[in-house]
């Protein structure tokens, strides 16, 4: 390699082997590269400099209106769920991946100058974050067979991520040994490897005693260290469980439920805030990095913002007096 010279093409193999030693998440790693390997391709398509040392400000402007007119998924034909243009979350997204690699390739002594090191992210229009009603919530928990194995296990999946915020990916991981019912909280492994603890009310510990007497070594034919287990010696997975949560939403309720994973952790986030819990407890319940990212909780519903303003607009005070 020409040092004095290089290509993304070069250095995208050492910067996915640094990723890999700081324990970042395997996610996290592909997604990061293959954001940049859509880069590197649009650069060589469009005859565009591949060296970094050339690259800067003016290209990733480039790169982001083109970017805004690109499709969601660039190597297939756009049809049914995929139609469409990438959201401005996603081309945030880009940027951020591709800040992170000029700011690695700084540290290490490829590039003189960080160009991108002051480059603002791409505005996101803020709207509001939908959640569920308590009614469809219970809707939801009723559609399931509690008597089922499979059922009680998606059943107490469910009220953990209703009953704390946490990810899918982190409640299917969860193992025995970190689960303390007495206490009732449970040790998991969140976001870069970090570990945190989360508590659960009383009436989840006893739906979790109950799966785990009655229905968790029906799941699995060997001693599985997981609370969730698969058929194998891993846990049940991401998937299965967001396929799971389709099917009992189209069952609940007359016209069904649109709903997944995420939306309980939401729903858990503006409920505990509007309920009166503190935005730096749940930082910490959530595992998030900072209360900033806990802020965009901070909101009103429809309904609590129309009682809020029937009880104290000042047109109540011209005609009731």
């Known amino acids: ?29 592909s997604g990061y590269m293959d954001i940049l390997h859509r880069l590197s391709s649009h650069l060589e398509t469009n005859g565009l400099t591949k060296s970094v040392i050339k690259l800067g400000r003016q290209e990733l402007e480039d790169y982001i209106r083109h970017l805004k007119n690109s499709s969601r998924w660039p190597n297939r034909p756009n049809t049914g769920k995929d139609r469409g243009k990438l959201s401005a979350i996603t081309i945030q997204d880009h940027v951020r991946a591709i800040k992170a690699f000029w ?17 603002p992210l791409p505005k996101i229009p803020k709207t ?9 919530i219970r809707l939801f928990l009723k559609a399931i067979d509690k008597h089922a194995s499979v059922g009680a296990r998606n059943f107490c999946i469910t009220l953990l991520m209703i009953d704390n915020g946490m990810r899918i990916s982190e409640v299917v991981a ?5 689960l303390d ?4 909280r449970v ?25 785990i007497k009655h229905h968790r070594e029906n799941l699995c034919s060997l001693d599985s260290p997981y609370l969730f287990p698969a058929s194998d010696s891993g846990h049940v997975s991401v998937k299965s469980i967001q396929q799971a949560i389709k099917r009992i939403a189209n069952k609940a309720g007359p016209h069904g439920i649109k709903c997944h994973a995420h939306l309980f952790r939401h729903t858990f986030a503006t409920m505990f805030l509007a309920k009166g819990g503190n935005a730096v407890v ?34 109540e005070d011209l005609f009731n007096k």
Request: charged share 25%.
């Open 187 to 211: 040790k998991i492994t969140g976001k870069g490897q970090k570990e945190r603890i989360v508590p659960f009310t009383k009436i989840t510990r006893k739906e979790l005693m109950k799966y």
């Open 128 to 136: 509001i974050i939908k959640t569920l009603t308590i009614e469809q």
């Open 103 to 119: 700011s690695w390739l700084f540290d290490n002594g490829y590039i003189e100058k960080n160009t991108l090191a002051k480059f």
């Open 181 to 184: 019912l007495t206490r009732c």
């Open 174 to 178: 969860i193992q025995i040994i970190d």
């Open 1 to 29: 390699m020409d040092s004095l010279d290089p290509s993304i093409d070069s250095l995208l193999l050492h910067y996915q082997q640094s990723l890999e030693a700081a324990n970042r998440r395997p996610k996290t790693i």
């Open 282 to 315: 749940l930082k910490d319940i959530m595992g998030h990095e900072s209360v900033q990212t806990t802020q965009k909780y901070i909101h009103f519903q429809p309904e609590d913002l129309q009682k809020q303003h029937w009880k104290y607009s000042p047109v």
